[in-house]
């Protein structure tokens, strides 16, 4: 059974800084493009960040390039979204996800991405 857990949201002030974590089990996440979205209140799920298979390739949305990192660690099955220099428009539920295609393409729509987790808040005052 595939399960993707997130965790490390919180409370923080503007320009402050959070790591959050995904960890993935049921056998799919070195075979996996892993991706982070978010999603505020009244609005789309939004991407943010996206990394290949090796962690070689990584993409980002326009709003957090420069602020946060994605990487990954194979061997402990879990992704992370460092987030940097925090605004509170960053405020959403942040979700990870898992696609599974074989598409050279990131895929940046929630519909290209086959796993997700729960979410986690990341709440961000000003």
């Known amino acids: 059974q595939v399960q993707l857990v997130e965790s490390g949201g919180g409370l923080v002030q503007a320009g402050g800084s959070l790591r959050l974590s995904c960890a993935a089990s049921g056998g799919i996440f070195s075979s996996s493009r892993m991706g982070w979205f978010r999603q505020a209140p009244g609005k789309e799920r939004e991407f943010v960040a996206a990394i290949n298979r090796n962690g070689a390739s990584t993409t980002y949305a326009d709003s957090v390039k420069g602020r946060f990192t994605i990487s990954r660690d194979n061997a402990k099955n879990t992704v992370y979204l460092q987030m940097i220099s925090l605004k509170p428009e960053d405020t959403a539920v942040y979700y990870c996800?898992?696609?599974?295609?074989?598409?050279?393409?990131?895929?940046?729509?929630?519909?290209?991405?086959?796993?997700w987790g729960q979410g986690t808040q990341v709440t961000v005052s000003s």
């Open positions: 996800a898992a696609d599974r295609t074989l598409s050279p393409a990131v895929r940046t729509q929630p519909w290209g991405y086959d796993y």
